[in-house]
Nanobody, 125 residues
Framework: QWQLVESGGDLVQPGRSLRLSCTTS????????IGWFRQAPGKGRVGISC????????NYADSVKGRFTVSRDYRKDTVFLQMNNLKPEDTAVYYC??????????????????WGSGTLVTVSS
């Protein structure tokens, strides 16, 4: 069974930065795009960013565009989500996901083949 393991979630103050990591197998990274979804308290899970299998294509939700950056480190079999200028509305459980796509947009939840278990990010003063 393929696994994705997120890490890096924490409690931070507004305006600060945080980097999330998603570690998985080389096979999964070589054959899938990797995306980040998040679920805020009382809300549904939404896609916020993804990076294609080649790493050449990235996509972002409007809510995080310009503040978040997704990247892949093939040597470490890891995908990162660098989050800058965090806001209280960024508070959520962040999930790493693997799927086919991300060439032009972030796919819906229904397109995800594999999920991580999530990591909690809390932005509060």
């Amino acid at each position: 069974q393929w696994q994705l393991v997120e890490s890096g979630g924490d409690l931070v103050q507004p305006g600060r930065s945080l980097r999330l990591s998603c570690t998985t197998s080389r096979y999964l990274l070589d054959h899938n795009a990797i995306g980040w979804f998040r679920q805020a308290p009382g809300k549904g899970r939404v896609g916020i960013s993804c990076i294609s299998t080649s790493g050449e294509n990235t996509n972002y939700a409007d809510s995080v565009k310009g503040r978040f950056t997704v990247s892949r480190d093939y040597r470490k079999d890891t995908v990162f989500l660098q989050m800058n200028n965090l806001k209280p509305e960024d508070t959520a459980v962040y999930y790493c996901a693997a799927f086919i796509g991300c060439l032009t947009s972030i796919p819906p939840e229904s397109a995800v083949d594999y999920w991580g278990s999530g990591t909690l990010v809390t932005v509060s003063s």
